[in-house]
């Protein structure tokens, strides 16, 4: 993902978490606020709760994984993912549809 498409500043988190539309499935919370920029901006937040570094760098990039399968990058929007500890004991397979059943439910069921 380039970093054009990505949340860096915690006042932008921030933001779309306090202002933004909210989902809770199996495994995520996803907040999603629209934005001006033009293209859609993605902020993965995981907490030491989910487990140590190596364990969270691994469900960014899975995350970032599942994220280039869907056409959100499109959309004018800014998007915060925030795993829970139980997305490890999901498949991958299993993880990718509680995202899309996320994303779905906040962008009115445009997500392919």
């Known amino acids: 993902m380039k970093k054009i498409n990505r949340l860096l500043d915690n006042k932008e988190f ?14 995520y919370l996803v907040s999603v606020k629209t934005n001006k920029e033009g293209h859609a901006r993605i902020g993965i937040s995981v907490s030491k709760k989910v487990g140590k570094a190596v364990v969270r760098v691994r469900v960014r990039r899975q995350i970032r994984a599942m994220i280039a399968r869907f ?42």
């Open 14 to 27: 921030t933001l779309v978490l306090n202002k933004g539309k909210k989902a809770k499935v199996d495994g």
């Open 71 to 112: 056409d959100v990058l499109s959309k004018h929007i800014d998007v915060v993912i925030i795993p829970k500890p139980s997305f490890l004991q999901n498949s991958f397979e299993q993880n990718l549809s509680n995202l899309k059943e996320a994303l779905n439910k906040l962008l009115d069921g445009s997500v392919k």
